[in-house]
């Protein structure tokens, strides 16, 4: 009796069993990229101004830290959450740490002296930043020909 080599490639539906126990591609897989730990982003231009929304859901309105300088809105939220259970022979203790830091340079159409709106419901949370009057889209004229 002969050994025979194993050829991954004799079973196709399992070509990328092995590698996945290779150590180099499980450390760098996309569950460690930071990215995507980043919330969903929509950005939307309104005549008067522009709205953000970000995907959040988990956090409190009080979570939420948002500033806005020098042309650079930064919105960052944490939330830590710990619960200890403690019996006769044993303490349990649980912790829950999530936290985000999203920055974003602004349009020059952006008026940064009046307030930015800030609103959270559902998950979502909404920016509205308004725009300069000269910014603005002025309406079309019609000009009639005599």
């Known amino acids: 009796m002969s050994l025979v080599r194993f050829n991954k490639n004799r079973f196709p539906w399992n070509e990328n069993l092995v ?27 309104h005549q008067d101004d522009f709205e953000i929304e970000l995907a959040a859901p988990g956090f409190d309105k009080k979570d939420f830290e ?37 920055s974003m340079q602004l349009p020059s ?17 909404k920016l509205h930043l308004f725009k300069m009057e000269e910014a603005k889209e002025k309406p079309k004229r019609v000009i009639e020909v005599v």
């Open 66 to 102: 948002i500033t806005m300088k020098d042309d650079l809105l930064e919105v960052s939220a944490q939330k830590t959450k710990e619960k200890t259970k403690e019996e006769e022979a044993y303490t349990q203790q649980e912790f829950n740490y999530n936290s985000f830091k999203r």
């Open 109 to 125: 159409a952006v008026d940064q002296s009046k307030d930015v709106k800030a609103t959270y419901k559902d998950g979502i949370l």
């Open 19 to 45: 590698d996945f126990f290779n150590r180099d591609t499980f450390i760098n897989d996309d569950f460690f990229n930071l990215e995507k730990s980043l919330p969903a982003m929509n950005i939307k231009e």
